[in-house]
């Protein structure tokens, strides 16, 4: 059983440039969670997906950012015109059900030039 | 409000023991949890702890809770210098059923 998945693990955009960031959730878990990690900082919550809906994404910025978890394929992480402030890594992590422990992915690590 | 709150750094000699503190807000948090995060990679679950017991031990890992404080507690017995790491307090928040995460505390383990 392979655990999260997640890609590219190292990403380089320009300033202005469109980033989307995958993430596939363990085989059987259907809840998927992105958090951002600051250097130097913990990690703060984005967005919680299920199968199709948005479930909460009171951590989103709400310009340039979306979300989605399509009823097949990986879940996105979209960036739109990405500036430099948006450097960071990129977790995703998913359960089988909500309030369950996570399982994290190794991250995307991206850099805005 | 959603806030769990750790210190920043620990350091400790080898063979001594580590105690992790974090305090949390949701006093209806059903788990709390203790995630380790090693350089370049992902969290990985430590271990966790139910809100209705005030103890677990797993090995050379202690978690203690507080309710009644909101604190919580990872104590590591005979540190090795493996333990080296970031470690988070999280709890899961019951408002929106999402894991809000400390800062993590940098342990440094001196041979």
């Known amino acids: 059983n392979a655990g999260v998945m997640q890609n590219p693990r190292h990403l380089v955009r320009r300033r202005g440039q469109e980033a989307r960031l995958r993430c596939s959730p363990m085989?059987?878990?259907?809840?998927v969670y992105w958090y951002r990690q600051l250097p130097e900082e913990g990690l703060k919550f984005m967005v919680y997906?299920?199968?199709?809906?948005?479930?909460?994404e009171s951590g989103m910025p709400k310009e340039r950012f979306s979300a989605e978890f399509p009823k097949e394929g990986p879940s996105i992480l979209r960036i739109q015109q990405v500036v430099r402030g948006d450097s960071a890594a990129y977790f995703c992590?998913?359960?089988?059900?909500?309030?369950?422990?996570?399982?994290f992915g190794s991250g995307t690590q991206l850099s805005v030039l | 409000g959603e806030d769990v709150e750790q210190s920043l750094f620990l350091s400790v000699r080898e063979g001594d023991s580590s105690v992790i503190n974090c305090t949390y807000t949701?006093?209806?948090?059903?788990?709390l949890y203790w995630y380790k995060q090693e350089p370049g990679a992902g969290l990985q679950l430590l271990t966790y702890?139910?809100?209705?017991?005030d103890m677990k031990q797993d090995q050379r890992l202690t978690v203690l809770l507080n309710k009644k404080d909101k604190h919580l507690s990872l104590r590591i017995a005979d540190t090795q210098t493996g333990d080296s790491a970031i470690y988070f307090c999280?709890?899961?928040?019951?408002?929106?059923?999402?894991?809000?995460f400390g800062a993590g505390t940098r342990l440094f383990v001196k041979a």
């Open positions: 992590a998913s359960s089988p059900d909500s309030n369950e422990k996570l399982f």
């Open positions: 085989k059987g878990h259907s809840h």
């Open positions: 997906l299920q199968k199709e809906n948005i479930i909460d």
């Open positions: 949701d006093s209806s948090s059903t788990y």
């Open positions: 702890i139910f809100s209705n017991m």
């Open positions: 999280a709890e899961v928040y019951t408002g929106g059923f999402k894991t809000i």
